[in-house]
């Protein structure tokens, strides 16, 4: 069988916001596994939080099927939904197939259109005066 291992961002953020976000602990070396992964914990985990990028590999869709076909067969309520960060990624980080990029540069939560407007016109303005050669005229 083909082992399929996942990956996403990582950023770094006030440990007052942490818990606003999925926590990340990984493994410092050089390969990044993550070793625990905990959405919006009530508790602090890490500093470390889920971008929201994601590297997922073919395999991840097997996995998807399988928890659509239990969450169907246990059939108890409407409540009953998929999660990615809730009923994947803390299943590969529990059998060692997450790994975390930590992304070092410019991150903004993006849940709301108004957010992404902000985003976008903070990080053009950013490129506008830090790399105007790499925006179109």
Sequence with gaps: AVVST????????????SSLYGCIVANDSNNNEVEHYV????TFVSNTINCG???LGIGVLDHIKNLIQELQNRATSDSDSLGLERNILTKFAATKRLFVYRHHGFWSAVKTPGTAVFSSQFYLSRQRSLNPEVLAS
Excluded: R
Aim: proline letters at 5%.
């Design 53 to 55: 990028i994601y590297i």
């Design 39 to 42: 959405e919006k914990p009530e």
């Design 6 to 17: 996942q990956s996403t961002g990582g950023t770094e953020v006030e440990k007052a916001h």
